[in-house]
């Protein structure tokens, strides 16, 4: 299935913009009649057909909306610290949008190396790569904010925090429950502060062990993307 982004969809027609018309008519070799799917990012899926096949300025008609397509029972957010390069958090967003993720909440902290983002370019990578996946529920990517305020935001679910120790050998497998809404804290190359999982600890985020191999900043956040995923598939 090949499937479009209509954030702005209102009613029952659709006009796409130049670059999309031009991809669907021209590249697709689509055309009247034809039928085309495309979501608005909130979980509505619609199935339309092409009532006027302008390659600057394609018109669908909504026959059918399948409403909460690919729904999950459970909301997973993760707040992870960019990388220098910024091109590994650009990874990750793209295969966190393809697993399945709801939120993903950057943030900075004592060893960051990097304290702000442009969004611009990283929502057209959660966009494309929703598209791809054939999602209709595009990941909210906030803004980036300081560790404090992150690990003060209210939320209902588990709270873990990933974090290199000795001590620390609990996986998610051993704490977390399918069907539960999950908190995840990725912390930068040089990982928390001891002062920083101190204070996430006192706000109930439950240190977990990620496996036996010290992984990259947006390693672990597949890693632990995928383990919340294929947890709830069972």
Request: proline content about 4%; aromatic content about 10%.
């Amino acid at each position: 299935m090949q499937l479009f982004y209509t954030p702005d969809i209102e009613g029952s027609e659709y006009i796409f913009n130049k670059e999309e018309s031009k991809h669907i008519i021209r590249v697709l070799r689509k055309s009247v009649g034809d039928r085309i799917h495309h979501t608005d990012g909130k979980g509505n899926l619609f199935r339309s057909s092409i009532i006027n096949d302008n390659d600057k300025a394609c018109i669908v008609k909504t026959e059918e909306v399948f409403q909460e397509y690919g729904r999950r029972d459970f909301c997973l957010s993760i707040a992870i610290a960019p990388t220098k390069n910024i091109g590994r958090l650009e990874w990750f967003l793209e295969k966190a949008t393809e697993i399945g993720i709801d939120s993903i909440i950057p943030f900075f902290s004592f060893h960051s190396e990097r304290k702000t983002i442009k969004t611009e370019r990283l929502e057209k990578l959660i966009i494309a790569a929703m598209k791809q996946s054939v999602k209709a529920y595009k990941p909210v990517l906030e803004n980036i904010a300081p560790f404090n305020m992150i690990i003060n935001k209210p939320f209902k679910g588990k709270k873990f925090i990933a974090f290199i120790d000795d001590n620390i050998t609990q996986t998610l497998n051993e704490l977390y429950q399918p069907g539960e809404n999950a908190f995840i804290l990725i912390g930068p190359e040089g990982d928390f502060s001891k002062d920083e999982f101190s204070a996430a600890n006192d706000r109930g985020f439950v240190p977990i062990n990620l496996g036996k191999s010290r992984l990259r900043t947006e390693t672990a956040g597949v890693v632990a993307c995928s383990w919340i995923n294929i947890l709830n598939n069972k």
